[in-house]
Every structure is written in C-alpha cells, then in structure tokens.
C-alpha cells in the first residue's frame, strides 16, 4: 500500500491519494521552485485508520441524530468535537504505525517540521478550503507527528470544513485526508501573497510578519500589507502597522513573543524583497494558469514557498456571508486574552450601567410623548447592544471550544464533554440570582407556619419581605411584570413548590471538579503546565462570561419590552401581567446563529393525537449527563414557568436568562435550540441537571403531561406514555 511518499514522488500521483496541496507544492518542486523537503502520508493511509478502528461507522452516527441541513452551527460544533474525540482515542494499526515511524524517523530524524492538510479536495480552482483544517508547526519525533497527523485526520470533521463542504455540495461521508508532512524552513520572515487581489483583479496583495506565517494567519500578529499593481508591480499602498509581536518556535510548537527593538521599527521586507515575493506570486499564476495565493518565507537569504492555491475568495458586499462570520468566530489564545480582558474590563460594566440606567425609570409616571421617546432610546439601545454581542461577546466561546479542543487531545476522555467539569463553579449571575430564591426556599422549608401564612395571605414575616423585596429590586425584571401583583403571586408560588423539593447547590461548587483540574494539569511540566493553566483559567472566564452577557443582554431586551407594555396597557386598559412571550431569548439564540429560524410555523399535523403516538423517541444531542424520568411541561410564555412542579421535564424553544430560576426546579431540561454552550446546557450542567438539546419542534413535538425519558449521555429523548388525548 502507498501510505508514505517522499514529495519528489507526489508530482506525478492522483491527486486522490496526495491532495491538493501536496500535489501543487510537488510539481512546483519539479519545476524548479523553492520548496522544503517534505512527504506525503495519502488517504489510503487515512482509510486504513478510520476502517481499523471502526471511526467510519461512529462519524455517521454523529452526523446522523438529525438531517444536516437542520442543524445549528453549534450542535455542528458539538459533533464535531465528539467525532475529533474519537480519533483522540483511536489507535493506528500495527504495520501502518511502523511505516509510517521508520518513514517519518529516515527524512527528518527529531528535526522539526510542519503537518499540514492536503485534502483532496482543498485547494482547488471552484473551492479553497484554507483554514478551515488543521496545520501544526515545530513538531519533533516521529511519535509526536503520528499524534498530529491523527489531529489533522480529524480537522475533515471539523464544524468549519463540514460547513464549507455543506456549501459545496460535497457528500462528508465520501470525503478523505492526506497530510503533508514539511520540514521547517529557516523562516525569519513569512508571509501571504495574492496574485490577483479578491477584493480587485487588477490590484496584487502581500502581507508579512516577522517570524512564523502562524501569526498572520490566526490574526495574533497584525502584517504590514502591501497593494501592488499586477501590470507593473509598483507599490499603490503599505499599511504599517504597531510592530510589536512575532510568533517563532517554542520547546513544543510555537510561542508568542516580543518583537526586538530594532525590528519594530522597519517593515519585514525590502523593496527588492517586496518585488521577488510580487514575482514569486506571477511565476506561479503562469505555471498553473491561474492567480494564486501563496505562502511563503524567507530564511538564510533564500525565498521558500511553503504552499500555493488558486484565488478563490470573493467578498460579499451585503455581509450576507454567515459562514464567513462564523469561521471568523475561531480565535488564537493571544486574541482571545485580549478580548476576554475588553469584554470583561468595559463592556459588560457599560451594558450592566445601561441596563441598570433603563430599568430604573418609572414608566407610568412619563406622559405619552415621554413613554414614545423612552422606547426609541431603548430601541436604539438594544441595537447598539447586539451588534457588540455579535462582533464582542459570541467569539468568547471559543476559548471554552479551545480548550476543549485541547484537553480532549491531551487526555482522550471516554466522556467527550468531561472537560466542562473543569469549568463550573465561575459565579455566575444566573446563579447568584437563583442563590437568592435558594435562600428564601431554605427559609419556607424550615418553617412550616411561615410557608402557610405565604401560601395563604402571599405574604410572610419582616425579614421574609425584605428579601423578598431585594430580590424584586435587583431581579424583578426577570419575573414578568416586577411590579405586578399576579408576578408577585407566580415567584412566590414557584418559591413554595421549590420548598417541598429544596434545590441543592450547583455541583460545580461541591463535585469533583478540584481532583479532575488536579489529574489534568499533573500531565505537563514547566512552560507546558504554565500554558495549561492559563488555557483553563481562560476557558472559566469564558463560561462565565459567555453566560453573564445573556443576563445583560436579557435585562435591555425586557427593559425594552416593559416600556412597549405600558404603551399597549395605555391603548387597551387592560393592566397587563407581564405574562406573554418570554424576554429576549429568540433574539440572543439569533444573533448566536443568525442562521437558525425561530420555533413557530410548525405544520398543526404535528398537533395531532396520531402523529403524537408514533413520535416516540425523539433525537437530539447530549448536554447534560444523566438520566431522568418524569411528566414534561412545557413552557411557551412566562406564565408557564410558574406552573412548574418538582421533577417535571422542562421542555421549550431555548432557554433564556428569564426561565434560569426554574432549572433547579426540573429533572431535566429539554430544548428545541441545540449546543453545549448555550445558556440552558450550562445552568443544567451546573446544577447536575440531565439536559439534551436540538430536538426539532420540541414544543410541537411534545405536550405537557407527556411522561418522558430523558438520556442527557446519548441525547435521546423517549416518550414514555402520552398526556390525555386532546378533545
């Protein structure tokens, strides 16, 4: 079998054994380019891989829970992370190993190289797929480069490139990878080129850091760039810009680093060196016949190209590129701890004193043309806020993701989400306010005349009242119409039922979470285990924060809402309750997927008697470990939440910050929206709650009364026995 080829044999080979870019950096070699010594590990080695260890078969029972094109981005991700967590685990066979290792051991030795994609379908003039597989720098030993050869393997299933081939029309189940295994070029300066710019064809592009090209192209070090004219090649712009940084090799990998003075102070190329990059780029459009992009670097005085793909980039004028957004969501470390710091230094304080600002005004009090005013500020206000969550707050997930990604790659967990046990017990708002009513739940337990007297009269001694009053002043918003009586009378009821079955304490406070950080971080030593520690202290904030934004964000939403109310009580006299659609949910859950539609509009079929009995097992994806039995209830308005009983299944479109006081309450949770990010996966998990998520039309699909099953390991639900038929 041709597992292993050395890259002076790859010009000549099928571009379904080699892939695209090993393919077109062979024949550049052949024609007497630049190029480091390099081999090839083909796809028939990555078949041999995934049929010994029995991955084809688990790959499209990930993929296959639901159609593909129902599923939201993160339910993508989630499999994604599962199926990546299998190639963790997998072994490679025997004689495959011992190939590939004596292949590896007799080019290179312990020196350091890079392992790249080479899918067979990347790279190609209709589609590039750069960035969206995995390529990893400075890797020595053959044993840590079958390790990065398997992780590449993987990057075939990863939420991005399943998106791309998705667009592509490519079937997932056909597709394959090989991996470009390349010695690593001496690079002092590394960069881009395009040929043809995708922005204008008759402009050129290139862009270059000091360093490893790693910098430019995950966004941790900005480039200075360069437009050129293709016809003469003179320069028409250079954007410098801070030069602070530059990314080199590390005792594993690769490390940030500071930029020396006297390089901060000077572009990375010459002029002379600007213009053989430029030509560089037009020698090989004339060899391939088409502009490319190519990646590049100088090292010891001479120019390598380290990869070269046809321009296919085409920017979308009308921002209609979701996916694009969406591949932009994929952040470095650095990137990330500078945004944590921003999001948690200024935004979040600002959108809290907004927020605050808003609900503190007395809408009744204001005439009409006051109340008219009010709800444009608010408007305005919650626009201005959801564009900073799109652009600012959504992006923070990955380092959640990043670190997932990690420790799952160190650790190879039989539990692919074993991770997030490391991540509970951040403080969140939603807990501190559920803490709250956890208090006066104690109080109502311990005392049974207390409890009667608050059943009966709703109302309960002094002390009682007065934490029954901060709780409305800092909170009130989230529970309907604050002010309102029949709100008053919903929290208390739920605060009594709460009392016959206290919640207990989130279990990221009191698990096992200190003995798992402990085991995970004795893995590593020295800069290693420095770098681990940050990694999790990096990926705690971003839980924390990620789940905090959706409380503020949830307060402008209702405190926007609460002023359009007091505009309809005026116009009907009616009093209103404040017990229609819940908060902002549909909002956040859209700006989190702006592709994901809202949970209406399903046909009334699915209403029916008939349809109900033969939609008995209904699947979704694990959120939320655990099992758990009991009648759903199913929460389509505010007022739903307050007819909650003790071990009922909380069933809905997606859990917003408003229903979180009553997830102590559930057995388990159960939503339509899918993710382990999303803020019911989260609460659920912090409370030890069974949660599985991305049932379609789970609302429709389900009726309260229905006695379910919930499996929150394999993410099924099952419909034991149904409610009373419907009259």
């Known amino acids: 079998m041709r597992v292993l080829l050395p890259i002076h044999q790859a010009a000549g080979a099928d571009r379904a054994l080699v892939g695209g870019k090993t393919l077109a950096l062979a024949r550049l070699g052949a024609a007497g380019f630049q190029i480091p010594q390099a081999l090839c590990v083909t796809t028939e080695a990555y078949r041999r891989f995934v049929e010994s260890g029995g991955l084809r078969g688990a790959i499209a029972r990930e993929l296959g829970r639901k159609p593909f094109e129902d599923m939201r981005w993160e339910e993508i991700w989630d499999a994604a992370l599962r199926i990546r967590t299998l190639f963790d685990r997998a072994a490679w066979p025997v004689d495959l190993d011992a190939a590939l290792r004596e292949g590896i051991r007799s080019a290179f030795g312990d020196r350091p190289v890079a392992v790249r994609s080479s899918a067979p379908g990347e790279d190609g003039v209709k589609?590039?797929?750069?960035?969206?597989?995995?390529?990893?720098?400075?890797?020595?030993?053959?044993?840590?480069?079958?390790?990065?050869?398997?992780?590449?393997?993987?990057?075939?299933?990863?939420?991005?490139?399943?998106?791309?081939?998705?667009?592509?029309?490519?079937?997932?189940?056909?597709?394959?990878?090989?991996?470009?295994?390349?010695?690593?070029?001496?690079?002092?300066?590394?960069?881009?080129?395009?040929?043809?710019?995708?922005?204008?064809?008759?402009?050129?592009?290139?862009?270059?850091?000091?360093?490893?090209?790693?910098?430019?192209?995950?966004?941790?070090?900005?480039?200075?760039?360069?437009?050129?004219?293709?016809?003469?090649?003179?320069v028409v712009s250079h954007h410098a810009p801070v030069r602070e940084k530059r990314v080199v090799p590390g005792p594993a990998g690769t490390v940030v680093s500071d930029l020396p003075a006297d390089l901060s102070d000077r572009p990375p190329l010459s002029n002379a060196e600007l213009s053989e990059v430029f030509r560089l780029a037009l020698d090989a459009e004339a060899f391939f016949g088409s502009p490319q992009d190519v990646e590049w670097c100088f090292g010891k005085g001479l120019l390598h190209v380290l990869q070269s793909r046809p321009v296919t980039a085409r920017s979308t004028p009308d921002g209609s590129d979701n996916r694009s957004w969406y591949v932009s969501l994929k952040r470095s470390f650095a990137n990330l701890k500078t945004l944590r710091g921003r999001v948690e230094g200024?935004?979040?304080?600002?959108?809290?004193?907004?927020?605050?600002?808003?609900?503190?005004?007395?809408?009744?009090?204001?005439?009409?043309g006051k109340l008219e005013e009010e709800i444009r500020r608010r408007e305005a206000a919650v626009r201005k806020w959801e564009g900073i969550y799109k652009n600012e707050f959504i992006p923070l997930a990955h380092g959640v993701r990043l670190f997932g990604q990690f420790y799952n790659d160190k650790i190879a967990p039989e539990d692919p989400f074993e991770f997030t046990r490391l991540l509970s017990g951040t403080g969140m708002l939603s807990l501190e306010r559920n803490a709250l009513l956890n208090d006066l739940v104690q109080r109502l337990g311990a005392d049974p005349l207390l409890a009667e007297?608050?059943?009966?009269?709703?109302?309960?001694?002094?002390?009682?009242?007065?934490?029954?009053?901060?709780?409305?002043?800092?909170?009130?918003?989230?529970?309907?119409?604050?002010?309102?009586?029949?709100?008053?009378?919903?929290?208390?009821?739920?605060?009594?039922?709460?009392?016959?079955?206290?919640?207990?304490?989130?279990?990221?406070?009191?698990?096992?979470?200190?003995?798992?950080?402990?085991?995970?971080?004795?893995?590593?030593?020295?800069?290693?285990?420095?770098?681990?520690?940050?990694?999790?202290?990096?990926?705690?904030?971003?839980?924390?924060?990620?789940?905090?934004?959706?409380?503020?964000?949830?307060?402008?939403?209702?405190?926007?809402?609460?002023?359009?109310?007091?505009?309809?009580?005026?116009?009907?006299?009616?009093?209103?309750?404040?017990?229609?659609?819940?908060?902002?949910?549909?909002?956040?859950?859209?700006?989190?997927?702006?592709?994901?539609?809202?949970?209406?509009?399903?046909?009334?079929v699915m209403e029916s008697a008939s349809f109900?009995?033969?939609?008995?097992?209904?699947?979704?994806?694990?959120?939320?470990?655990?099992?758990?039995?009991?009648?759903?209830?199913?929460?389509?308005?505010?007022?739903?939440?307050?007819?909650?009983?003790?071990?009922?299944?909380?069933?809905?479109?997606?859990?917003?910050?408003?229903?979180?006081?009553?997830?102590?309450?559930?057995?388990?949770?159960?939503?339509?929206?899918?993710?382990?990010?999303?803020?019911?996966?989260?609460?659920?998990?912090?409370?030890?709650?069974?949660?599985?998520?991305?049932?379609?039309?789970?609302?429709?699909?389900?009726?309260?009364?229905?006695?379910?099953?919930?499996?929150?390991?394999l993410g099924i639900v099952t419909r034991v026995a149904a409610a009373s038929p419907m009259l």
């Open 346 to 368: 200024e935004l979040l304080p600002a959108m809290g004193r907004e927020a605050e600002a808003l609900v503190s005004i007395d809408l009744p009090a204001l005439d009409d």
């Open 453 to 604: 007297r608050v059943g009966r009269d709703g109302r309960g001694d002094a002390e009682f009242e007065i934490r029954v009053g901060r709780l409305f002043r800092d909170y009130g918003d989230f529970f309907g119409s604050a002010g309102s009586e029949a709100g008053r009378r919903g929290v208390l009821s739920l605060l009594l039922e709460m009392s016959r079955r206290p919640p207990g304490a989130p279990e990221g406070s009191a698990g096992d979470g200190a003995a798992l950080r402990d085991r995970f971080l004795s893995r590593f030593d020295g800069e290693a285990r420095t770098f681990a520690e940050e990694l999790l202290g990096l990926a705690r904030d971003c839980y924390r924060l990620r789940d905090d934004d959706n409380i503020f964000l949830g307060r402008l939403q209702v405190a926007l809402a609460r002023a359009v109310e007091e505009k309809g009580r005026r116009g009907s006299g009616r009093d209103g309750e404040g017990t229609g659609r819940i908060g902002g949910g549909a909002t956040i859950e859209m700006l989190n997927d702006p592709s994901s539609p809202p949970g209406g509009g399903v046909p009334p």
């Open 127 to 234: 589609a590039s797929f750069a960035g969206l597989h995995e390529s990893f720098l400075n890797v020595k030993g053959p044993a840590a480069v079958l390790d990065n050869v398997r992780l590449v393997f993987a990057s075939l299933w990863s939420d991005r490139a399943l998106l791309y081939r998705k667009e592509l029309g490519l079937m997932p189940a056909e597709s394959e990878m090989a991996v470009l295994v390349q010695e690593m070029a001496p690079a002092e300066r590394s960069g881009v080129v395009f040929g043809e710019s995708p922005s204008d064809p008759a402009q050129a592009v290139v862009e270059s850091v000091w360093g490893l090209n790693e910098g430019l192209v995950d966004g941790t070090v900005e480039p200075d760039r360069w437009i050129l004219l293709r016809g003469t090649g003179s």
């Open 612 to 713: 109900l009995q033969k939609d008995r097992q209904l699947v979704g994806h694990p959120a939320g470990p655990g099992f758990a039995q009991g009648p759903a209830r199913v929460v389509r308005k505010t007022a739903d939440l307050f007819e909650m009983r003790a071990g009922e299944i909380l069933v809905c479109d997606a859990v917003d910050p408003n229903m979180t006081f009553a997830i102590p309450l559930a057995g388990a949770v159960v939503e339509r929206r899918g993710g382990m990010l999303i803020h019911g996966a989260i609460i659920a998990r912090e409370y030890g709650i069974p949660c599985v998520t991305g049932i379609p039309d789970a609302i429709h699909r389900i009726r309260t009364g229905d006695m379910l099953s919930v499996d929150g390991y």
